[in-house]
């Protein structure tokens, strides 16, 4: 029998991480504080797997079995009450995250793990607001997770061996590939590469070696990627980009984290990417 997972907020993260597990047979409850969202998730993951239906790539009664693998309920008691495994994924905000690691730990059974999918936090951050640091871990998914392969397990200083091997587990049982990082870094593996490349992107536009358009055909074409640094910072936003920057800066006062010139003057124009019709391009 498979693991009886509890995923704790419906965003656009914990959905299809619910749905995820489902596809494979999971049986999930899933989260959230609020019934609008609950609403919101089931009515995208719907979505989703009906456009698959449409594709050939799922069966009608596969799509109806895996919509209907995933209960709701506002009641974090009734999601976690009876879990074997629970992943968090609600706002990015410490003191929420605390608190429900906390809440989580007095009614999930003696055993259960409490997983963060958080992008910055590391767990040791969250896993101190519990009784079970041990059973304390980090899986990092990607958006959307219902397309994206990956999902970072990170160990905190905490972590046991025993809860590390259940959450890569529990990836793959997902049908997710995971990946382990035995020490707590800021922005994991993906970021950090992200972040390193894009920089160096913003120093060559900078200084005037190629235009963003030149950078981004050559990312494209010569490394493969599905996107180049500028066209990726349009689709995620250029304020995400300026202000995980900006933050990075401001804490380390390290040079190499120092927001681009021109991308600050793209955020302060207001021209933020694909969600404001234009960014370093125009939609
Ligand atoms: N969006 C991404 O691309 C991405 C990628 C990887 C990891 N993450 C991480 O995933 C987490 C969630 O991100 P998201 O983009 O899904 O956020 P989101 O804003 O879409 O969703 C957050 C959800 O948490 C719920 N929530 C807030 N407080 C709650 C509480 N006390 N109890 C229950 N539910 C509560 C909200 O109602 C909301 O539905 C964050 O930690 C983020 O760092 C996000």
Redesign the pocket.
Known sequence: MSVRLAV????????QIAQQAALQGIDVTL????DE?LHK?AGSNRGHLARRVEKGRLSQADSEAALGRVRTTTD?EAAAGDAEFVI??????LE??R??FAELDRIAPRNTVLA??????GISKLADATKRPELCVNM????PVLVMDLVEVVRGPATSNATVERAMAMAREMARTPVLINKEIDGFIVNRILHAATQEAYRLLDAGVASFEDIDIAVEKGLNWPMGPFRLGDFSGLDVTYNARLHMYRTTGDERYRPSPQLEAKVKAGKLGRKTGEGWYKY
Do not use: R
Not at 31 to 34: C, F, G, L, N, T
Not at 116 to 121: D, G, L
């Open positions: 704790v907020g419906a965003g656009s993260m914990g959905a989260q959230d504080k609020s969202q998730a974090l968090e994924a609600v706002f990015e905000d929420v995250k608190e429900i963060s999918n958080s992008s910055t936090m990092h998914f990607f958006f």
